[in-house]
């Protein structure tokens, strides 16, 4: 151990191992195979770490400490009676020679494929992605989406099942399933961090430390894919988007709504940062959804005020995303800039279709926001009404309260 090292705190501790648990597995399924085993054997190996790095300092190679330490246990799982078959297989597999830990080699991008495989639903693929590239335990993931950890734990189980009897090559995929496979990537992370700004369920609005391993995942995907304009106007979104949460609840944990937030409050390093990967996201072919959804994210955070936004160029781009595909969310927020535009009647006409028709048709959040065009429109009554019938439908207690009080502030 390094002695120089002793006093690292058990943050430092985690913050390092989340950094290395994915170039450790990619190390260990590149000359084991069996990505499921060699999971288990990485999670071992981070624990094991986390008190031993904790206690006596950092070792000289923190990421070769890690790959020995789940190679034992691979070794090990491979002496056992029932594991005689795989013996063999792994005899076959050493002879592929793979690169030793330290040599420079980087397979996260590779786990990331392997994470998202079309075979496995999204909520299996976020919870994989969390334990294999986040270093986060079952218990961890489990507490985060809410369910409980024996839950939790068979979600990871069949989806590990479902990569071995996938047969999925410890490579990156061809050329032709690798731009559907990186769309399955960035969906995976940008749930991950919707569920972290907006929960879906509980006391609490936000998770921030669900988003941050989102940002964290986000920025470790850029990190190995510089290149692809979605994945740099993924992160551009969350940088954007995340700049605003010191501003978007109050001292008590109330939800303030983007119009009336202090803007000062605002992270104005992660607007920079996020308005910089936006315009490099940009290029000669068409738009990306993602890169569509930071250039309005940077607009919002570019606007002195709710009102002097530039809502023409941000009903533009709503709009050319509405062309993209057919996409309920964006057309619900296309019908809040169609109003600040148009005014509240044009707007009003989008979410009537949408009501009708659809997936948002029985959404709280299309009431929510039916709520907020009568208001603006001046029909108080009806809209009372809405915030009432939203406030049912929100299982967030933050967010149902704040709908509760809008009702109230409209009278009885």
Not at 79 to 106: I, N
Not at 182 to 205: P, W
Request: charged share 25%; glycine share 6%; aromatic share 4%.
């Amino acid at each position: 151990m390094s002695t120089s090292d002793i006093s690292h705190t058990p943050a430092r501790v985690e913050g390092l191992l989340r950094e290395l648990a994915p170039r450790a597995l990619g190390a260990v399924v590149r000359r084991y195979g069996h990505f499921d085993d060699a999971e288990d054997a990485v999670q071992e190996a981070l624990l094991a770490a986390s008190s031993t790095w904790t206690t006596e300092g950092l070792p000289d190679n923190p990421l070769g400490w890690l790959v020995r330490a789940a190679a034992r246990r691979m070794t090990d799982l491979y002496r056992s009676d029932e594991a005689r078959r795989r013996r063999a297989e792994l005899a076959a597999s050493w002879s592929m020679a793979p690169p030793e830990a330290g040599s420079g080699r980087d397979d996260t991008l590779v786990l990331f494929f392997m994470c998202c495989h079309p075979a496995l639903p999204p909520a299996a693929a976020v919870a994989l992605t969390l334990r294999a590239l986040g270093g986060l335990t079952t218990k961890e993931i489990a507490a985060a989406f809410l369910v409980p950890e024996a839950t939790m734990a068979q979600r990871i189980s069949r989806a590990k099942r479902s990569l071995a009897e996938s047969h999925e090559p410890f490579a990156l995929p061809e050329n032709g399933a690798r731009d559907a496979r990186l769309a399955l990537i960035l969906r995976v992370i940008y749930l991950v961090f919707n569920e972290g700004y907006a929960t879906s369920h509980g006391a609490e609005l936000e998770r921030p430390d669900l988003a941050a391993e989102a940002i964290r995942l986000g920025r470790l995907l850029h990190d190995t894919a510089p290149d692809e304009p979605e994945v740099t106007g993924l992160l551009a979104l969350m940088l954007l988007t995340e700049a605003r949460r010191p501003a978007r609840t109050t001292a008590t944990g109330a939800l303030v709504p983007l119009r009336a937030q202090d803007r000062t409050l605002w992270d104005h390093a992660l607007i920079a940062e996020g308005t910089s990967l936006t315009t490099s996201a940009f290029g000669p072919g068409p738009i990306g959804d993602y890169t569509a959804q930071a250039a309005i994210a940077a607009l919002h955070d570019a606007a002195v005020s709710h009102q002097e936004t530039d809502w023409p160029r941000i009903l533009a781009l709503y709009t050319l995303l509405e062309r993209r595909g057919e996409n309920p969310v964006v057309r619900l927020n296309r019908a809040v800039a169609v109003a600040m535009v148009e005014g509240p009647d044009a707007a009003l006409g989008i979410v009537d279709e949408l009501s009708s028709t659809g997936a948002l048709r029985d959404s709280h959040r299309l009431s929510a926001v039916r709520a907020h065009l009568l208001e603006m429109k001046g029909d108080t009554d009806a809209a009372r009404a809405e915030y009432v019938t939203a406030a049912g439908g929100s299982a967030n207690t933050r967010e149902r309260d704040y709908l509760i009080m809008k009702a109230a502030a409209l009278g009885v």
